[in-house]
């Protein structure tokens, strides 16, 4: 009844209502249609006004969603006040077809929906929504992650002689609540949720949330390349002597490397390791990961390959190792770093599942005397060997003769029978 663009549309067919083509004039619009994968964002031109510091209006309630399509609905029609706020809309519009006015809704196409793949989760952070009252979330499992790495630095501490205080739990906790750049908060608050996306799709207004994958699968992140690599060769000659040829090669850095190898210092000796890590982030981490760095590659490239650095240089380059343990100890190597490694891992919220050591290109030099000495008792084990062949030779020959003379040796011993029984009957004849 009142002057202006109406709330009321028309569906298609035919509408008798007299004196229609006098009091009203018609616009056909066309049915707004969301494609299949994504989604629309809708702006209302009336409507009951936001609050202050609002920027986007509070979702429509989830038993009502069809109804504030409906013109009528939204403004209040038989209510006192408008039901749906004007201004940009929390809610958004998923894949059909829907017929709005388009004198109160702007609807923005083409926006895509947020899918998360199988192995990985979706972690949502929220510009919109109350702010959280509660008490502080961080999980357990990173309050244990910062207790054990206080209990392994005082352990480290007193070999050196220094006494250092274990954190308590609550001031671990408050050091991984430190490492937080946003809180982590309850589904709906404004801040990263901890409740997390799982595989599927989702419509999420781009406006109001920021959704990153995460890849909860285990990962290797390789530690390899960015040197050269050199040997030494040994050649026997025919007269015995040994004539050493060095050569080198550039090892390139993987494409899809974490860092480069690492070298490390050992008796004055450059050694390049090569090594790899196998991580992974908990679905029940992954919140935190974002809360905190930003994202699992932030996580390798800020903490996880500086802390891996050094803790393998100090592992390996202690004053009392020797070059030759990374050849012949190397589980126990990579036990050590493990046991280092891990707690840094778990205060980011990512789990270090293994240690794997590469080749260590050990210097050239340190590994010519034992290739000499391994070649000349091999060739002193195959003068042995040769000689005991030789003297088998030679009884075989001797032996095969002796078959060959059988029947002359036994017509000899005939004829010596024969001559001694001979000599006999002459002796008793006198």
């Known amino acids: 009844g009142e002057k202006g663009p109406q709330a009321e549309i028309l569906a ?37 006004p936001l609050r202050d510091g609002q920027y986007l209006a509070d979702p429509w309630p989830d038993e009502e969603g069809e109804k504030y399509v409906d013109a009528r609905y939204f403004m209040g029609e038989g209510a006192a006040e408008a039901r749906g706020p004007k201004g940009p809309q929390l809610t958004v519009l998923p894949p059909g077809d829907y017929r709005l006015n388009r004198y109160l809704f702007n609807v923005d196409l083409e926006h895509e929906a947020v899918d998360i793949p199988i192995g990985f989760v979706g972690v949502v952070k929220s510009n919109v929504g109350e702010e959280y009252q509660g008490e502080s979330i961080v999980p ?23 006494d250092l205080a ?76 040994v004539v050493q040829t060095a050569r080198e090669e550039e090892v390139p850095v993987m494409e899809q490397a974490a860092d480069t190898a ?27 990961v974002v809360a905190s760095v930003g994202g699992i590659r932030n996580v390798e490239d800020k903490i996880i390959t500086p802390a891996y650095r050094s803790v393998l240089r100090n592992v390996v380059s202690d004053k ?45 030099e340190l590994l010519v005397p034992g290739k000499r000495k391994q070649l000349a008792e091999q060739m002193e084990e195959t003068f042995t060997k040769e000689k005991e062949s030789q003297l088998k030779r030679i009884e075989t020959e001797k032996a095969r003769a002796e078959a060959n003379r059988q ?9 010596r029978k024969a001559a001694v029984e001979i000599k006999e009957e002459q002796k008793l004849l006198g």
């Open 12 to 48: 298609p067919g035919f509408h008798f209502r007299p004196f229609i083509r006098v009091l009203y004039k018609f616009e056909e619009k066309p049915v707004v249609k969301v494609p299949e994968g994504q989604y629309a964002i809708v702006t209302a031109l009336d409507g009951r």
């Open 166 to 241: 274990l954190l308590t739990k609550e001031e671990a906790r408050q050091l991984a609540l430190e490492a937080l750049s946003v809180p982590l908060v309850p589904r709906g608050n404004r801040g990263v949720w901890t409740a997390v996306l799982t595989p599927g799709r989702y419509y999420f207004n781009e406006k109001a949330y920021q959704v990153t994958h995460v890849d909860t699968r285990i990962q290797t992140w390789p530690y390899i390349g960015g040197f050269k690599r050199r040997w030494v060769d040994l050649e026997l000659k025919e007269d015995g002597s």
């Open 140 to 162: 357990d499992s990173i309050v244990e992650a910062f207790h054990k790495a206080s209990r392994l630095q005082a352990r480290k501490a007193k070999r050196d002689g220094i």
């Open 262 to 288: 690492v070298v490390c210092r050992v008796e004055g000796w450059d050694v390049f390791l090569d090594s790899r890590v196998l991580v992974q982030v908990t679905p029940e981490n992954a919140p935190y």
């Open 407 to 415: 029947d002359e040796l036994m017509k000899a011993e005939i004829r």
């Open 320 to 364: 009392e190792r020797k070059v030759l343990e990374l050849l012949y100890q190397r589980d126990m190597l990579e036990r050590l770093v493990e046991e280092a490694i891990i707690p840094e891992g778990l205060k980011a919220g990512v789990i270090i599942r293994e240690i794997r050591f590469g080749d260590p290109v050990v210097p050239p």
